[in-house]
């Protein structure tokens, strides 16, 4: 029996969106290929951008939120832009707060 796995696609706009969808899917489906065990059955769904007005921390957790109720989401993939060039400040002022703030309420384990 194949597994399901929902990831949910959660971008700043339509175009990341266009681009990303076709990436996201290529690499899940590498990872299963080398990593998994059994059949995969694999959608990437775009989740809806919440309101505009949200920092980031906020911004991902409601849309995480949102992916689990609207379609069991398994997975959600992030895409923002960096706001400084530098790489390790992106992950200090954005992912790293996500991680270790909030996300941890939303982690459901099986």
């Known amino acids: ?3 399901q796995l929902f990831v949910g696609l959660l971008t700043e706009g339509t175009t990341d969106l266009r681009f ?3 990436i996201v899917e290529r690499t899940i489906h590498e ?3 080398t990593e998994c065990r059994g059949e995969y059955e694999l959608e990437v769904i775009a989740v809806e951008p919440p309101s505009s007005g949200l920092g980031f921390v906020d911004w ?8 689990l109720e609207d379609f069991g989401m398994t997975l959600l993939c992030v895409h923002a832009d960096a706001d400084n060039a530098l790489s390790d400040s992106t992950y200090q002022n954005k992912i790293l707060p996500a991680l270790t703030n909030r996300m941890s309420s939303i982690v459901v384990r099986c």
């Open 1 to 3: 029996m194949k597994k």
């Open 60 to 67: 991902v957790l409601t849309g995480a939120k949102q992916g």
């Open 31 to 33: 990872i299963i290929y």
């Open 20 to 22: 990303l969808t076709p």
